[in-house]
């Protein structure tokens, strides 16, 4: 016993994967020490305000800078003809197309950018933006998607009205971007012609916007002696980014550095590149002097990175019995004005056709049609990965509907399609191979832990009294996610694949440094990489150091979104710790006159088999890997760096249940109990891993009870101030009930799948599918998001339910 | 340009001035002029309590307010929370109840939980609810940062505290 003891103190010792390690991130920001980029201050810093356009449509008919201009203190006005010259009033998007930095000669969406007034402080930068008089002449504008690609529809990218494709297939009209088809519509078809029953339903992802607390900025400086151009940016991709930056401006990538900083939350704003960020930069190489621009929060949710609006269309054939036998999801996709979605090259839609979601479905077809309107660009990943929250909500808001229509419960219909334990490795008709999964274990356990027989015979009950003021409704989610882009095969963004990158070196004491490509935005990443070198190492995650975000420094990666920062750049980190172990191991046979293969490891070192007592502990190997007391022609030290290719993308999971009580009289919707289980695998922190899905899961609400962008029939944007955009306070956010399952990822060194996503991929539906339960003994099949107590009480009052 | 004026007020103790324009929001004297950039801007609006500081025994969202309406205020931000070297109660149990991720909010949200603990100093999870409603999180979902309030009221109420 003394033996086990003294194993488990030094295992603790280690903290690494498995323990609940409090973070080492936190240190600086309960202090108020943070370094985000608002905080920057340089000599000779100017500050950059954007004018922005207040027309949705309209050409612009001239721009006059001489009121601004005489403002003391104003520097300069830039517009896209001063961009010109450096051919810089144009620039590539993340989704092949191109969008313009300052309008060139027309506006497409309201609040388009226009000018940057540069002056000595943002007071003054405000004042003299106020002064630039833009001279408009408007145009109809399209707002609606639906009618787009109307015959007498208004052309709105001009500019490249004659182009027969924008990178990806034709187009059939001015507006339209691209149609992308994945599946067998034949096989599809002729599933549902043979169809005991078939269901379809209309249902909206609207235009929603990820928000997070620090708006976007950067602050650009180009020291024109060495030509260097530094940037320090609120960015989730700063090697992307940099490369971006590099194809952009013709400086040299090598004199290029962008420093991402703590950065106040991404949640997918903060992958692309924006007007405001590229007008800086140049702003800066022009004056040779430090340019900051910082959005407002209005500019924020104008103008960067809206999310979702994709309309859908969801179709399922089945048995009698509810058994699957074919989809077909559609999507009309509104772009808005510029095609600047973030997706993978090959995936236009980014990966919609994960659309079976958790479910065995042998026949499947899947479209997304993209138009541009007079909006904002964007179409971010917002707490997802590519449009993964539009599939999983189309497919667990129809099972739901099949369900209904057949009178089978929504629980036991999901049992019966769900891709069984032993069909693992399965593949999808759309050719993803979900890894692995207990479908049917996670939600039996949740069922159970909430008593759903007890809930289901009280909401029978309540729905047989004619006086029970509330209406209850009980909702499941069984997703299946995709996150981890991926492999390079089928992955890449401007040709650059999405490996990712970890650099570790081990210092003579023990102490370790290591770098990575992905870039944490409160995730917690100095915490948890450094537990899984701790574990894979034996060395204190305490001494071990975790950088991100300079491209000075870190080798090159794709960033952190879409969940990939444990798939691959934990799977990195792992692959680079074991090239050090493996040296490690050398050097200890060396010291310990053995044979590599007499050798085992136990938590911190090196032991001769069946002679215990012999043994290296990997400190003290740390410091002769720094002497000369090496195997014959071993080189000195003890570092390593591994570039990760996934071999697959991985597929984390859950099972989550809803109970909402509805006031029928206000349409109020009360949250009464959210339990919620995960599935990512091997669990590296579990205290972070709860704090992700906490937050995702507030995400979710917010999304699915609260938030939309609206606009009038001219494009005005009708909300976007905190005043009006629905961020949930602490007095809306219900309690949430955490669970989970491990079921390892095969295919990654340390099995895990990351997990910060799931909760908003698979709350959303969650929530619906509850308020909709709500309504479905009254024949209600399907209620668009979101459902604030507006909307519901609507339902309530179109079918009578509110009468006393 | 318009006429500056010098004000003067207390900042976590010590004696402060700042020459601002009669139209500078505190928010910015206190991040630009004063080197204090522990409160954050997040949303210009008062909604989002990312700027919350703590003036005249309030809370205070200093996006705001005019730095020349604090002419002889007693102004504490996050920065002055941890004393003689010793995290307060508060910013301990944010970090032992994982009650931060990006860490942007946090200033705020302490800040504005210390006065919260001097109007209530023992209050419920609805209490802190309400007490803190003032103050967005993207992404904690808040429960941990209850956690985080409770657990520093336990402590604080085990052994008061000066502040």
């Known amino acids: 016993m003394g033996n086990m003891s003294e194993l488990q103190e030094r295992e603790d010792k280690l903290q690494g994967m498995g323990s609940s390690l409090l973070r080492k991130e936190d240190a600086k920001f309960i202090r108020g020490l943070g370094q985000y980029v608002d905080d920057i201050q340089l000599p000779g810093m100017l500050f950059g305000a954007l004018v922005r356009s207040p027309y949705a449509h309209a050409r612009i008919k001239s721009i006059n800078k001489t009121a601004a201009l005489a403002c003391p203190g104003v520097v300069a006005v830039l517009t896209a003809d001063d961009l010109k010259p450096v051919n810089l009033h144009w620039m590539p998007t993340l989704g092949s197309d191109v969008q313009a930095v300052l309008a060139d000669k027309k506006v497409c969406f309201q609040m388009q950018e226009v000018a ?56 059939t009209h001015p507006n339209h971007i691209f149609t992308w088809e994945a599946g067998d519509k034949a096989a599809a078809d002729a599933a549902f012609a043979g169809a005991e029953v078939t269901v379809r339903e209309e249902i909206l992802n609207p235009r929603v916007h990820p928000c997070p607390l620090e708006t976007c900025g950067c602050v650009a400086s180009f020291n024109k002696a060495t030509g260097y151009l530094t940037v320090y940016m609120t960015t989730q991709a700063p090697h992307l980014v940099r490369t971006v930056l590099a194809m952009l401006s013709g400086v040299a990538e090598s004199k290029i550095r962008v420093v991402g900083g703590d950065i106040g939350g991404g949640f997918g704003n903060k992958v692309p590149v924006y007007p405001g960020y590229v007008v800086a930069i140049v702003a800066s190489i022009v004056t040779g002097v430090p340019v900051k621009w910082i959005e407002t929060r209005m500019e924020n949710i104008a103008t960067t990175g809206f999310a979702r609006d994709y309309h859908g269309v969801g179709e399922l054939a089945a048995d009698r019995n509810g058994v699957i036998k074919g989809l077909r999801f559609s999507a009309l996709a509104d772009h808005g004005a510029f095609n600047s979605h973030v997706s993978a090259t090959k995936f236009p839609a980014g990966l919609f056709s994960i659309c079976t979601g958790s479910y065995a479905i042998p026949n499947a ?61 399965y593949t999808t008709p759309f050719g993803w191979t979900l890894d692995s ?71 003579p004491t023990g102490g370790v440094i290591a770098r990575l490509g992905t870039m944490t935005q409160g995730q917690g990443h100095a915490t948890t990489y450094a537990q899984i070198i701790a574990t894979e190492l034996g060395l204190p995650a305490s001494d071990i150091v975790v950088e991100e975000g300079d491209t000075d420094k870190a080798p090159y990666g794709a960033g952190t979104w ?111 109990r959210f339990y919620a289980l995960d599935d990512c695998g091997t669990r590296i922190n579990p205290m972070v891993i709860e704090g992700q899905i906490h937050g995702g899961l507030t995400e979710a609400f917010a999304v699915a ?18 005043m009006d955009y629905f961020l949930p306070t602490s007095m809306e956010t219900p309690h949430w009930e955490t669970d989970h399952t491990v079921t390892p990822c095969p295919h ?22 509850a308020v909709i339960d709500a309504f479905a003994h009254l024949g209600v099949t399907h209620m668009d998001m979101p459902h604030n107590a507006w909307r519901v009480w609507q339902q309530c009052n179109a079918l009578g339910v509110n009468q006393r | 340009m318009s006429t500056t004026h010098k004000v003067h007020f207390k900042l976590n103790g010590k004696a402060v001035s700042a020459e601002v324009e009669p139209r ?13 950039t522990g409160p954050h801007i997040g949303c210009e609006t008062s909604h989002c309590g990312a700027c919350t500081v703590d003036v005249d025994g309030m809370s205070l969202k200093s996006c705001t307010v005019l730095t020349v309406q604090c002419e002889g205020a007693d102004m504490v931000t996050i920065e002055g929370l941890e004393q003689g070297g010793v995290l307060h109660a508060l910013q301990q149990a944010f970090h032992e109840e994982h009650g931060l991720q990006c860490g942007y909010c946090t200033p705020g949200m302490i800040t504005r939980a210390w006065r919260l603990l001097q109007e209530n100093p023992n209050p419920s999870e609805q209490d802190i609810r309400f007490g803190l409603a003032g103050n967005l999180c993207r992404c904690t979902g808040y429960q941990n940062i209850i956690k985080a309030v409770q657990s520093a009221a336990r402590k604080l109420a085990a052994a008061p505290a000066t502040a």
């Not at chain 1, 077809?365 to 929250?389: F, H, I, Q």
């Not at chain 1, 099949?402 to 769900?418: P, T, V, Y």
């Not at chain 1, 993308?649 to 249940?657: D, N, Q, R, S, V």
């Not at chain 1, 990654?748 to 599918?769: D, L, Q, R, T, Y």
Request: aromatic share 6%.
């Open chain 1, 116 to 171: 940057m007034v540069l002056a000595t402080d943002r007071y003054t930068a405000a004042d003299g933006a106020a002064l630039v008089e833009v001279d408009y002449e408007e145009l109809p504008a399209i707002v609606d998607p639906k009618r787009a690609m109307d015959k007498d529809a208004v052309v709105i990218r001009e500019d490249i009205a004659d182009k027969t494709e924008v990178g990806h297939g034709p187009r």
């Open chain 1, 365 to 425: 077809y899947c479209r997304v049609d993209a138009v541009y309107t007079n909006k904002a660009p964007g179409g971010v990943a917002y707490r997802c990965s590519l449009r993964v929250t539009e599939a999983i909500y189309l497919i667990e808001r129809m099972i739901d509907v099949l369900a209904q229509k057949l009178g089978i419960d929504k629980a036991e219909i999901r049992r019966r399609n769900f891709v069984k334990a032993e069909q693992f490795p």
């Open chain 1, 437 to 507: 999964g207990a479908y049917h274990a996670a939600l039996d356990k949740v069922l159970k832990a909430v008593d759903y027989e007890g809930l289901k015979r009280e909401q029978a009950a309540k729905r047989a009294d004619p006086n029970c003021p509330t209406l209850m409704g009980i909702g499941i989610a069984t997703f299946t996610e995709i996150v981890g882009a991926g492999p390079t095969k089928v992955c890449d963004i401007l040709g650059i694949g999405l490996f990712d990158s970890c650099e570790i070196r081990v210092h």
């Open chain 1, 562 to 672: 879409g969940s990939r920062s444990t798939p691959v750049s934990g799977a990195a980190t792992a692959t680079a710790a074991r090239k050090i172990k493996d040296k490690a191991k050398k050097i200890a046979a060396h010291l310990l006159e053995v044979a590599e293969g007499d050798l085992e490891w136990e938590i911190d070192r090196f032991k001769v088999r069946g002679n215990p007592e012999q043994a290296k502990t990997m400190k003290e190997i740390c410091m002769v890997s720094h002497t000369g007391n090496l195997p014959e022609g071993m080189e000195q030290g003890l570092n390593a760096v591994a570039y990760y290719d996934p071999p697959n993308m991985t597929y984390p999971f859950g099972a989550y249940l809803c109970v909402v009580d509805i006031d029928k009289f206000t349409g109020e919707v009360k949250v009464r």
């Open chain 1, 705 to 722: 009870m609260g938030q939309q962008i609206p606009f009038d029939e001219n494009g005005n944007h009708l909300g976007n101030s905190l």
């Open chain 1, 748 to 769: 990654h060194p340390i099995g895990a799948k990351g997990v910060a996503e799931s909760p908003h991929v698979g709350g959303i539906p969650c929530f619906s599918n």
């Open chain 2, 24 to 36: 500078e929001l505190l928010i910015h004297t206190l991040r630009e002029k004063l080197a204090h």
